[in-house]
């Protein structure tokens, strides 16, 4: 029974683009154009990559990738921002110390940042032969829960997860708590949008309801797009390595709970959430999806230019939010505490 299976993988042509590209610091701040724009300083720290025309206030009408003078991002055509929360470590004394990020496996040369993916099918589907929809200019979307802090209120998100890296290229098991162990090399987020989109709306007022996972539940099925969501776009996938390790030697919670806490105060992990402005330059973004490229080693052969991690490297933004975030802290910027209950701010 195997032998037919293995048979039609084999012949199976990829046709489509399986992108993975890294994308360095931008910037790390309390900025959050999407769920709080305009306010300076945003309720909580994020750290954002992609084009330095991120701002407080991005207005989806607005040109973006026109604005933009440089892109911390591999495809030099990606104005695109994308950002996280922030991870910071716990002492025993009750301060906190921010948590910084690793350029990702072969891209360890970058400053920070995050590697994104963009999928026609699941990540171990190597044939990609689905026909993707790209984004359009002004579309912006959010996942996770915020407020989450019990498994149940994060069974929905259950595509954004946590690997504890004993080594650096550990991929597996996904968690979605913080992990409770040591992890040797560092702890890596993984972040993945819904993929059917409503096909009218750029946004919606949660930042959520005009993007769906499939019918089946998962993208990784292949399952359809419900009727309220009929577009199938690409999978977003972002992977944040986060530098536990000078964290390790230090004493932790003699409790047995786990030191790291998101910079909005949640300890359990279940908020992680990510966000997302679309900002390629023109129709950059479906020209990569249709073509063969893959991940991001030959996508030059198809015409799209790549720049240098070094490059990327020098596309950063000054903080417009003047505080600090590296030092050994009372208290989260923002004035959040470490908790496992309910939000307290
Ligand atoms: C951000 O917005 C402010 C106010 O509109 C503006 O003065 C500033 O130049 C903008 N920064 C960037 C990097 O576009
Ligand atoms: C709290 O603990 C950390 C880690 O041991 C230490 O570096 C820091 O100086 C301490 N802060 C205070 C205020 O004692
Ligand atoms: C790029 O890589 C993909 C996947 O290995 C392959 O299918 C495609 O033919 C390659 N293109 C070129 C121009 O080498």
Redo the contacts with the bound molecule.
């Keep these: 029974m195997r032998r037919p299976i293995l048979f039609a993988l084999l012949l199976a042509?990829?046709s489509n683009a399986l992108v993975r590209f890294h994308c360095s610091q931008l910037v790390t701040e309390r900025l959050d154009p999407l769920v709080t724009p305009g306010m300076v300083p945003s309720p909580h720290v994020h750290q954002i990559v992609g084009g330095n025309s991120f701002n407080a206030t991005m207005h989806p009408e607005k040109d973006m990738p026109g604005e933009s003078t440089c892109t911390s991002c591999q495809f030099t055509e990606d104005f695109s921002n994308y950002w996280t929360a922030v991870m910071f470590f716990r002492a025993q004394n009750g301060s906190y110390k921010r948590v910084h990020q690793l350029g990702n496996n072969q891209f360890t040369t970058a400053n920070g940042g995050l590697t994104i993916y963009y999928m026609q099918d699941a990540i171990y589907d190597r044939a990609q032969k689905s026909k993707v929809t790209a984004f359009q200019p002004g579309f912006r979307m959010f996942v996770g829960n915020v407020n989450a802090r019990t498994l149940e209120e994060a069974a929905r998100f259950r595509y954004l997860t946590y690997t504890c890296l004993d080594t650096f290229v550990t991929r597996a098991p996904e968690t979605i708590a913080f992990p409770k162990r040591h992890c040797k090399e560092g702890i890596m987020t993984t972040l993945r949008f819904p993929t059917c989109w409503d096909g009218k709306n750029l946004d919606s007022p949660d930042h959520m309801a005009h993007m769906s996972y499939p019918e089946t539940g998962t993208f990784e099925s292949n399952g359809p797009c419900p009727a309220s969501h009929p577009v199938r776009t690409a999978q977003v996938m972002y992977e944040v390595v986060w530098d536990t390790k000078p964290f390790n030697g230090l004493p932790w919670p003699e409790d047995g709970s786990n030191p790291f806490v998101w910079s909005f105060g949640d300890a359990t992990g279940y908020a992680n959430h990510a966000d997302y402005v679309f900002g390629w330059k023109g129709d950059a973004l479906q020209r990569v999806l249709d073509s063969?490229?893959?991940?991001s080693?030959?996508c030059s052969?198809?015409g799209f230019k790549l720049q240098s991690i070094a490059n990327m490297n020098k596309c950063v933004q000054l903080p417009v939010v003047d505080e600090d975030i590296d030092g050994w802290l009372p208290a989260l910027p923002g004035g959040y505490q470490s908790q496992y209950g309910p939000t307290a701010l």
């Design positions: 042509v990829r063969p490229c893959h991940f080693t030959n052969e198809y």
